[in-house]
């Protein structure tokens, strides 16, 4: 009987909350009516847009201790605050979130600077990543990445060597 009481609970719970196909719609269309694509997301362009990165390695899939560079497969976390996008959920039967393509909203050029390659761009390539965009002008993207970076290991204690390697980002 308990397990009944609570697929209804959560069945209430879920429908509750759901917004409809055309609440959404609206949304983005009205998120994505004005291209800002172009603009920095901040009312006063004098000021700096702070973008957040972290970092989850998933795989060190080499270290080349001759070249001084190792590669990593891991997924990087872009957050920042775009202050035109944002809305007041009550105007949209309580939606706080909604998903964008990257193609619609101003994203930061981050690069790795100390790259073995120059080609490791990490946000404005012709990737086709959605962006989860909060009620608030939150933002973030995740994109997933393998890239080699440059580093000076260290080994005088070698076989009991440590390295500490830098990952240098610039816009």
């Not at 080349?64 to 007041?88: A, R």
């Not at 619609?104 to 761009?121: C, G, M």
């Not at 580093?151 to 390697?165: A, R, S, T, W």
Request: proline share 4%.
């Amino acid at each position: 009987m308990s397990t009944i009481t609570v697929l209804i609970v959560c069945f209430l719970f879920t429908s509750a909350h759901s917004v409809s196909f055309e609440t959404s719609r609206r949304l983005f269309n009205d998120l994505t009516e004005n291209d800002t694509k172009y603009i920095r997301p901040v009312l006063n362009q004098s000021h700096a847009v702070d973008v957040h990165v972290s970092v989850r390695a998933y795989n060190l899939k080499m270290f080349d201790v001759t070249l001084g560079k190792f590669s990593l497969l891991s997924s990087f976390l872009f957050d920042w605050k775009d202050e035109y996008k944002k809305w007041d959920p009550r105007k949209y039967d309580g939606l706080r979130k909604i998903h964008l393509p990257k193609s619609n909203v101003w994203v930061p050029n981050i690069l790795i600077e100390n790259s073995a390659d120059l080609t490791a761009i990490l946000t404005n390539d012709n990737s086709h990543f959605e962006l989860e965009v909060m009620n608030d002008g939150r933002i973030s993207m995740s994109v997933p990445a393998v890239f080699e970076v440059l580093c000076e290991p260290n080994i005088q204690k070698y076989p009991f060597d440590e390295h500490e390697c830098a990952i240098v980002f610039t816009n």
